[in-house]
């Protein structure tokens, strides 16, 4: 996978969604060769590596299992797709801090997996001075996704009105600032892969971009 046909023109487009609506949706941000080589990556993974959103210590696991049943792993750069891939966010990174002044100081992403019927309810990613995720991503891995086979990410507004709709179509990124835009992944009728990823800062409490 190289970064070749990412045109800087996408990256100009991000930086436009976020400094404006604080919000984009990105399709074919990666091609589908790009696309192919992330979900092979994914699915080589024996599902033992696989860690379920639900399972934890007694207390945390019931309360998680009510509101997701992902099933994640971490990406650690130990393949040539993950460093490409997160070569690429590297590089967004660079560009928010420089063109946006967010201070982000580092990545983190994992391999979701939502089987037939799972489902994240409606949170937000990070709560203002309480966590250090201030952008949120989520790139899918599906090949040709049917509207009828559900799965859709729901993207509500800051007074709770839905905004947007996405199918989870292998190659759309989806970029939002984490503390601003409840969501929800709905029911699907097939398996559903994705990376979903966060920009942190360093210290939660710093101030946030306000546009
Ligand atoms: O997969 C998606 O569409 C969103 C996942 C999500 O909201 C999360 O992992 O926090
Ligand atoms: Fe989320």
Redesign the pocket.
Known sequence: MTTAPLTTCVFDDIITAIAGPGMGIFPGFLDPGQTAALRRDFTALPDWQLTHAGIGREHDHHNNERIRTDKTRWLDGTTVPQQAYMALMAELQQLFNRQLFMGLRDYECHY?RYDQGDF?KKHL?AFRGRSNRRLTT?LYLNDDWQPDQGGE?LIYGDRGEPLHRVR?EGGTLVCFLSERFP?E?LPARRPRL?I?GWFRVDDPIAPTLRL
């Open positions: 979701a994240y990613d989520v990410l989870p969501h992944v994705s979903a």
